[in-house]
């Protein structure tokens, strides 16, 4: 079954560097997204993609965050500037329209 | 008003019992609705989607009930593997996937 790949699983940064998460979707999914889980919390939207353009962003998705596709396989989330708070699990999914999402195993990002 | 709110849990059930959860959104144009699973600092994986007939799968039940706007889980004879946190998610338009805050279950031996 095709699966959302992520990489590095793990991800230790000092603060104020700069990070890009890497996820590959399922191949004939047209719709990305980017969640974030902090410890012990909910699962948080950041954003969605769709046809090469942001189709929607949360309030936590501030100018700190970017997200590409630079190529026609890979879907990144920078990261700019890092804060000790930026210290979570990151997910990407992809999806068909109106379809469940499928999530990739995530990152985990640690700010030193 | 929170957009998804769940049972707060967290669930202690013992290995056969059966369990509901539920589930309440705030937006009444939500177009699809769907139960996720989440093992401790692993990702969400989906159960299964919910459909306003009902729908069961095995051991599992969803129901949506769009006039209170509600849907819920109802997982019959619970086995150790069903240990996990339940996430409520609801697409509230377009492509905004909102997740509930998740119930924890643990079936104990």
């Known amino acids: 079954e095709p699966e959302v790949t992520q990489t590095p699983s793990h991800q230790v940064t000092q603060m104020g560097q700069e990070v890009i998460l890497r996820c590959v979707p399922i191949s004939n999914h047209l719709y990305f997204y980017w969640y974030r889980q902090i410890l012990g919390q909910k699962v948080e939207f950041l954003v969605s993609f769709y046809n090469n353009e942001i189709s929607e962003k949360s309030e936590i998705f501030d100018d700190q965050f970017s997200v590409e596709r630079p190529d026609g396989s890979n879907f990144t989330l920078k990261i700019r500037s890092t804060k000790l708070e930026d210290s979570a699990m990151y997910f990407c999914a992809s999806s068909r329209q109106n379809q469940p999402q499928h999530f990739g195993d995530g990152t985990r990002l640690s700010i030193l | 008003r929170k957009e998804v709110e769940q049972d707060p849990g967290p669930f202690n059930v013992p290995e056969g019992a059966t369990v509901a959860f539920n589930c309440t959104y705030s937006n009444s144009a939500s177009q699809s609705f769907f139960w996720y699973r989440q093992d401790c600092r692993k990702e969400p994986k989906l159960l299964m989607s919910?459909?306003?007939s009902g729908n069961e799968d095995g051991r599992f039940t969803a129901q949506l009930n769009r006039a209170s706007q509600y849907i819920s889980l109802l997982i019959r004879d619970s086995k150790l593997s069903d240990s996990a946190t339940y996430l409520c998610v609801v697409n509230m338009d377009g492509q905004n996937f909102v997740f509930g805050p998740g119930t924890r279950l643990s079936v104990l031996p």
């Open positions: 919910v459909y306003s």
